[in-house]
């Protein structure tokens, strides 16, 4: 694993990471945890449902892949929604296609990442959509 600069969240924001490709999973989710955000891994759809009625914390983003075995992100983010109205919503995909985007097709336009990104890509992100932290620039 690379070496991450620490320091970016407020050490108490939570982020639900859904994808269902275990390696990728692990590898955001160092990164995030690097950066000092609370991290949730779900492999799919519905146990990121699932984690969102047991976790008895805030969640603050859910960064979900778009495509997946039992549930697209674009399925998932209005039902998760439904559990969590003040959730923020992350899409990330190695494939933005005309197929992705017909699923985005219906929902608000959502703030998307194109896999691979940098480490530094994704807190940027994730920092413009929570806002600023207590700790410091991204």
Known sequence: MP?????SATDS???LLV????????????????YGY??????G?????????????PIHLLLTDIQMLDMTGPELAPRALVLRPHLQVL??????????????????LQPFIQKPFTSEALVHTIRHL???SD????
């Open 3 to 7: 070496d991450v600069p620490r320091g």
């Open 13 to 15: 924001e939570t982020v």
């Open 19 to 34: 994808d269902d490709d275990e390696a990728v999973r692990q590898y955001v989710g160092y990164i995030l945890r690097r």
């Open 38 to 43: 609370r991290v949730l891994e779900a492999s």
């Open 45 to 57: 759809g519905a146990e990121a449902l699932h984690l969102c009625t047991q976790h008895e914390g």
């Open 91 to 108: 899409y990330m995909s190695a494939q933005f296609s005309e197929d992705v985007l017909s699923q985005l097709e219906g929902q608000p």
């Open 130 to 132: 929570l806002g600023p």
């Open 135 to 138: 700790s410091g620039p991204c």
